[in-house]
């Protein structure tokens, strides 16, 4: 089974700029990690998850954004490290909140919908101060 580990979370002042990592983890030397698509998802406290941004896997010039991020966050992924990136700029205090990654399998959902992605990372805390 797919295990998706994020990384590079953690406080940062307004104005400033994280970069987040998703690897692929539990996977066999032998095993390729072929999605159709990842996307990074966030969650802030007493708020519904909401997408963020996603990529096609083996295109990705196709890339999409929430009208929150646009202009400010760059998702991008290396294939040959199984690893999706978001680059986050110009954060905000309204960007705090525990961001997951996300891999799609299947297809055939939208790119913005939860329910378009089968495996989930656990979380990364991202808290922008004023």
């Known amino acids: 089974q797919v295990q998706l580990v994020e990384s590079g979370g953690g406080l940062v002042q307004a104005g400033g700029s994280l970069r987040l990592s998703c690897a692929a983890s539990?996977?066999?030397?032998?095993?390729?990690?072929?999605?159709?698509?990842m996307a990074w998802f966030r969650q802030a406290p007493g708020k519904e998850r909401e997408f963020v941004a996603g990529v096609d896997w083996w295109n990705s010039d196709t890339t999409s954004y929430a009208d929150s991020v646009k202009g400010r966050f760059t998702i991008s992924r290396d294939n040959a490290k199984n690893t999706v990136y978001l680059q986050m700029n110009s954060l905000s205090p309204e960007d705090t909140a525990v961001y997951y990654c996300?891999?799609?399998?299947?297809?055939?959902?939208?790119?913005?919908?939860?329910?378009?992605?089968?495996?989930w990372g656990q979380g990364t805390q991202v808290t922008v101060s004023s």
């Open positions: 996300a891999a799609d399998f299947y297809g055939g959902g939208g790119r913005n919908r939860q329910d378009s992605y089968e495996y």
């Open positions: 539990g996977l066999a030397s032998e095993r390729t990690f072929s999605p159709y698509a």
